[in-house]
């Protein structure tokens, strides 16, 4: 099953969620970028556009594909896209759901889902850019 992720960036920070695990899994308090398993018959790219809307309240007019991976028999499909002032003053957040803004090296300091891992270390020079 292929998984969706994204990295959101808003005047230089990071924004990332806290899942909330009811299997009490080791991953329970990690914090992770936004993400979604596909759904059949539906792109990469439209999945994690709905799952920005789900969680966030946010509709993005364009996001940028970053690159593929495959980790543990699953693809995971990056992509990147930046907030606007009026994205971030209407956020809305689900009920239970934590979401925060973090900068670069801050991240050094949490705990971060695996597949939120690879995508830092794919594309750490995305993140060292003066545009994020």
């Given at each position: 099953?292929?998984?969706?992720?994204?990295?959101?960036?808003?005047k230089?920070?990071?924004l990332?969620?806290?899942?909330?695990?009811?299997?009490?899994s080791?991953?329970?308090?990690?914090?992770?970028?936004?993400s979604?398993?596909?759904?059949?018959?539906?792109?990469?790219?439209?999945?994690?556009?709905?799952k920005?809307?789900?969680?966030?309240?946010?509709?993005?007019?364009?996001?940028?594909?970053?690159?593929s991976?495959?980790y543990?028999?699953k693809?995971?499909?990056?992509?990147?896209?930046?907030?606007t002032d009026d994205?971030?003053n209407?956020?809305k957040?689900?009920e239970g759901?934590l979401?925060?803004?973090f900068?670069?090296k801050e991240?050094?300091?949490?705990?971060?889902?695996?597949?939120?891992?690879?995508?830092?270390?794919?594309h750490?020079?995305?993140?060292?850019?003066?545009l994020?």
């Open positions: 099953m292929d998984i969706s992720l994204i990295l959101l960036t808003y230089g920070k990071i990332l969620t806290n899942k909330d695990y009811p299997d009490h080791v991953e329970k308090s990690a914090w992770c970028f936004i979604e398993h596909k759904k059949t018959n539906s792109s990469p790219k439209d999945t994690i556009l709905k920005v809307i789900e969680e966030t309240a946010i509709s993005l007019n364009a996001i940028k594909f970053l690159s991976c495959k543990k028999n693809i995971r499909h990056f992509f990147y896209g930046t907030l994205n971030v209407n956020i957040r689900p759901k979401i925060n803004f900068s670069i991240l050094g300091n949490l705990s971060l889902t695996v597949s939120s891992q690879l995508l830092i270390e794919k750490r020079d995305l993140l060292d850019s003066p994020v």
